[in-house]
């Protein structure tokens, strides 16, 4: 079933969709009964007893049937919908209710308990909202009034973002998928680990590099970290960095290579649908905050290395690139020019999606492996229809949020509510906001974080006109963040099996490497000219910007490391610190301090090695000559 959704999914991305009333509620099923078929409530019991079992079965084969009949009705009242034209019965609406609470279930197994709970709690609340104290929206619809919306109709659990799911970022998870199961992954680390040999950080920076190539392209994060960590990890650690360490600059690049164009973990596409962009400026929007993650943690490592004292990895253990090597790269490299130079024809980015998956299977067979055995593309089809089923439970609980929040109005009360207690101040709103983006996004794959989050939050920044761009472009960086911050951190608890280290650990560390994340979406919203596409772009504010964030990535990644040109003390890491600060205090005498004292300090940094060098060898040369 998996291959034939892939199939399926293939054929509509170059054809374009069927009719919706009969597309997007038979996918849904689709994928329902393949998560559910792939991972069954029992085998979250291998030890259990035969009867246990059978009932983990039974509740299985109950949630499926009140899932599938709940599709059936709508199947059937579809030309009545389209009509308007169509009265529910009180049993259509009871079999409605009953799938919405067991596609609320499987989110849970699937995803947690916080999507799960936030759907399940939207479901309640537009149905009981009324017994709630004084001071919330109108609520307490009939059943009639909530089926229609959550379930009977397109705006709902069948709206918007299951059309988006099935025409367009389905085949970018099957193109992921794909990539992976090709084995392009060895081939880029390989080229990654020569071209940053030169560095101290070596390994670290091949993985970084290695693992935001990868990231670009595939939707998840543990999924990324899990792919890429077993050959960067275990380097990095040789080259005698910690294994917290190691752990950490994996999941803090295997995060990033989520905020890199032109993928985004998909969701590019789903923010140009969202905010009407064209996709093309969605990724020139996402390009400089990106170039600016990228920096910070390869910056951090350069001087954590310096730190300890690592050297450049010698050149005889550099590993030497064969023709075999290039050839692998083509297996990465063509699908994803095919995704950019049919985007640049004017086609649309599901046929890219679609042209660029057709491309990996075909440059897949330069890999003996895949020539010796083909069938292995047809498991990478089977794993990518699987991996899009599971995100397609989310997409549905998102639906039933959307519903909510439209039938009630709470996404308003929500954004009056943030914009109320930031008490009119952008930046406080904008924390209260990053906060929520944390929370929701905890344990969630990109999408699914990305879409819940701006449905949520992107009213409350929208409310003090910050750049629609700007504003999804935040709550996106927050919720792809959310992958290292305690306590799912999901991307720190992928790596420390492979790292051999403590999960919370790995976080607090990866929090440090990838700090200036956390920083930049600030920037940028008080600063749109770093997106390049805002209407009021401003060519010296962009140099100032730029300036100004190359600056605070210096300034913290050595005060956080504690080492500079040399070794830095207490006072001077706390120094640094206090730069960073004032650094991003814009249009103000503090930023201009700022940037007096940080340029001095690079100045002083830069001339006093020198200095201390030419003593140093000055002092030799008089030995020697005193010695002959």
């Not at 892939?6 to 393949?34: E, H, K, N």
């Not at 099957?174 to 040999?197: C, D, Q, W, Y």
């Not at 596409?533 to 962009?542: C, G, Q, R, S, V």
Request: hydrophobic share 55%; glycine share 10%.
């Amino acid at each position: 079933m998996g291959i034939i959704l892939s199939l399926v999914t293939l054929y509509t991305s170059l054809t374009g969709i069927f009719d919706p009333s009969y597309q997007r509620p038979l996918t849904f099923a689709a994928c329902i009964l393949v998560a559910v078929l792939v991972k069954p409530l029992a085998s979250r019991y291998p030890d259990g007893s035969r009867s246990l079992k059978a009932l983990c079965w039974l509740v299985d084969a109950l949630l499926l049937g009140l899932i599938l009949l709940a599709v059936q009705r709508f199947v059937a009242q579809s030309a009545g919908m389209e009509n308007m034209l169509v009265d529910y019965s009180f049993a259509d609406q009871c079999i409605a209710l009953a799938g919405l609470i067991a596609l609320v279930e499987l989110t849970r197994r699937e995803f947690g308990l916080g999507l799960s709970l936030f759907a399940g709690i939207t479901l309640l609340y537009c149905l009981f909202g009324h017994y709630l104290p004084m001071g919330l929206p109108e609520s307490g619809f009939t059943l009639d009034q909530v089926m229609q919306g959550t379930w009977y109709g397109f705006t709902g659990v069948f709206g918007q973002p299951v059309a988006v799911m099935i025409s367009l970022l389905y085949i970018y998870i099957i193109f992921g998928v794909i990539l992976e199961f090709t084995g392009a992954g060895p081939a880029l680390v390989r080229m990654a680990i020569r071209a940053t040999g030169w560095l101290p950080g070596g390994p670290a920076h091949a993985a970084i590099f290695a693992s935001m190539l990868f990231g670009t392209m595939s939707g998840s994060v543990a999924a990324n970290v899990a792919g890429t960590g077993a050959f960067t990890i275990p380097m990095i650690k040789r080259r005698g960095f910690s294994p917290a360490f190691a752990g950490a600059v994996e999941a803090a690049a295997s995060t990033g290579g989520q905020v890199i164009p032109p993928v985004m973990g998909a969701a590019a596409f789903m923010m140009a649908q969202l905010t009407g962009t064209p996709y093309l400026l969605i990724c020139l929007a996402a390009l400089l905050p990106a170039f600016f993650y990228v920096a910070a943690l390869f910056v951090a490592v350069y001087y954590e290395a310096r730190r300890l004292g690592i050297k450049p990895t010698p050149k005889d253990e550099l590993p030497e690139l064969t023709r075999a090597d290039w050839y692998r790269s083509l297996m990465f490299v063509v699908p994803v020019l095919t995704v950019i130079g049919v985007l640049a024809s004017g086609r649309s980015p599901a046929m890219a999606g679609g042209l660029a998956t057709v491309s990996a299977l075909i440059f897949g067979f330069i890999n003996p492996e895949i020539r010796r055995a083909p069938h292995k593309l047809i498991g990478a089809l089977a794993h990518g229809g699987v991996a899009g089923a599971r995100i397609m439970i989310a997409i549905g609980a998102i639906g039933i949020v959307i519903a909510g929040m439209d039938l009630t109005g709470l996404g308003l009360s929500f954004a009056q509510s943030v914009a109320s207690l930031g008490d009119s101040s952008l930046f406080l709103s904008l924390l209260l906001t990053a906060a929520g983006c944390l929370v929701l996004g905890m344990g969630m794959p990109t999408l699914p974080a990305y879409l819940i989050i701006i449905l949520v939050m992107g009213p409350a920044l929208e409310s003090f006109d910050v750049p629609v761009i700007a504003a999804h472009l935040f709550v996106f960086y927050f919720g792809v963040l959310s992958a290292n911050t305690p306590p799912v951190a999901i991307a720190a608890f992928a790596a420390a099996p492979l790292a051999g280290a403590n999960p919370v650990h790995i976080s607090l560390v990866s929090i440090r490497l990838c700090l200036v994340g956390f920083i930049v979406p600030f920037l940028f919203v008080f600063n749109p000219s770093l997106l390049l596409i805002n209407a009021h772009f401003d060519p010296m504010e962009l140099a100032l910007g730029v300036a100004r964030i190359l600056l605070v990535i210096w300034a913290l990644t050595t005060g956080l490391a504690g080492f500079g040109a040399v070794r830095l003390s207490t006072l001077g890491r706390a120094f640094r610190i206090c730069l960073a600060i004032l650094l991003m205090a814009k249009g103000t005498w503090f930023a201009y301090a700022g940037f007096a004292l940080a340029i001095g300090t690079l100045l002083a940094g830069w001339c006093w090695p020198r200095q201390s060098r030419a003593e140093k060898n000055g002092v030799t040369l008089g030995v020697h000559e005193q010695g002959s």
